[in-house]
């Protein structure tokens, strides 16, 4: 129950933080000021995306193993 729960968790959080990310950008154009603050961006939304796959990898292999 409590890997269930953490797996809602973390897809909760990971899909508020890709929502959040271009949303902030273009409300907030000037959060942007030069290219490195562009390539931060796109590398946090990368990590985040990437983070995501490897926790659904794990989580899948937990609940197969309990099961």
């Known amino acids: 129950?409590?890997?269930?729960?953490y797996n809602y968790f973390?897809?909760?959080l990971?899909?508020?933080?890709?929502i959040c990310i271009p949303y902030s950008l273009?409300?907030?154009?000037e959060l942007i000021e030069d290219e490195v603050d562009f390539y931060f961006f796109v590398i946090a939304y990368v990590?985040?995306?990437?983070?995501?796959v490897v926790w659904n990898y794990i989580y899948n292999y937990l609940r197969r193993k309990r099961g």
């Open 10 to 12: 973390v897809r909760v």
């Open 26 to 29: 273009v409300t907030n154009p």
């Open 1 to 5: 129950m409590f890997l269930k729960l």
């Open 47 to 52: 990590i985040i995306l990437l983070f995501y």
């Open 14 to 18: 990971v899909l508020f933080l890709l």
